[in-house]
């Protein structure tokens, strides 16, 4: 019998699909965290290492499903024991680059999702706010005819040569590496979008239909705004049938996500006459 189906048998006889992990069961957790280290072509080793990584317990799940370390080294090998056992030893997961890209995946199949707010001050708001408002060469994309893409809404390419540009990449790159996972991403694109109301939003994925292959960090730019505005972000299940979060853009606020789940942006009200605003930096996943 192979390895594979060794470690799901044990899986299953230590019932751990009855184990409450997360929005579902602590089997299907270990089995989502395996397939996106697979996806990302990580070493067997490591790849076993996720299949296991929660296996003895940690300040963050603190169900020990098995304490006899032999009994694992037996079914995934030395090596992949050896990772199991520092991720759940190490709290910060930074001291091995292995480890460390289990803790990823792991955050991802959970659904990575941050939201920060009060980063900066209420000088660095206005700045941002008036800098992207008054001074940046918007163009508009989109067109009257009725094409397979329905986007309508202003686009500005940052380009990082001005200071504030520059200040916001910086920002962006300090809280990934605070995540410890900037090592493992890529810059493909930043931009920002503003949308005046009447414009159109599609629900879209940024990284084709798959999760777990990009991370989206996102800015809103405004200086002030009620919730009574409306321009919320939503965010769907992968069915794209039903709304799972929605985001009022907050001046100051900061989201990241993963950038395989569809989203998009609401109108804002009718009356509100100002430029919805956000700064969109997109980094493609990549750990090898």
Same mark, same amino acid.
């Given at each position: ?59 963050? #799940? /603190?169900?020990?499903? !098995? *304490?006899?370390?032999?009994?694992? @080294?037996? %079914? ?6 050896? $990772? ?69 809404? #202003? /686009?500005?390419?940052? !380009? *990082?040569?001005?200071?504030?540009? @520059?200040? %916001? ?6 809280? $990934? ?112």
């Amino acid at each position: 019998m192979n390895k594979y189906i060794n470690c799901i048998n044990y899986l299953i006889q230590k019932k751990t699909n009855t184990i409450k992990h997360c929005k579902s069961n602590l089997f299907n957790h270990l089995m989502g965290t395996f397939n996106i280290l697979r996806k990302w072509d990580c070493s067997e080793d490591t790849c076993f290492a996720g299949l296991f990584h929660s296996i003895y317990g940690n300040d963050y #799940f /603190t169900i020990k499903t !098995e *304490g006899n370390r032999e009994v694992i @080294k037996s %079914l995934i090998g030395e090596k992949s024991e050896e $990772l199991v056992y520092l991720f759940n030893t190490d709290i910060k997961r930074n001291i091995n680059r292995e480890v460390s890209i289990i803790s990823f995946a792991n955050n991802l199949e959970q659904g990575f999702f941050n939201v920060f707010d009060n980063l900066y001050d209420q000088k660095d708001i206005d700045d941002y706010y008036f800098y992207f408002r008054d001074t940046v060469p918007w163009k508009f994309l989109g067109s009257g005819e009725w094409t397979l893409s329905k986007w309508r809404k #202003f /686009t500005y390419v940052v !380009e *990082g040569k001005h200071k504030l540009e @520059k200040k %916001l990449k910086e920002q962006t790159e300090n809280i $990934l590496k605070q995540l410890n996972v900037f090592d493992f991403l890529t810059l493909q694109r930043v931009y920002a979008s503003a949308n005046p109301y009447g414009t159109v939003h599609d629900i879209h994925q940024d990284y084709g239909t798959d999760l777990h292959k990009g991370i989206t960090v996102m800015y809103y730019l405004n200086r002030y705004w009620e919730p009574s505005y409306a321009g919320e972000t939503v965010f769907l299940n992968v069915e794209k049938n039903d709304i799972i979060k929605s985001i009022l853009p907050k001046p100051g606020r900061v989201i990241m996500f993963d950038g395989g789940c569809p989203h998009g942006a609401r109108d804002t009200r009718r009356d509100v006459n100002d430029l919805r605003m956000v700064l969109t930096f997109k980094y493609k996943i990549n750990v090898l």
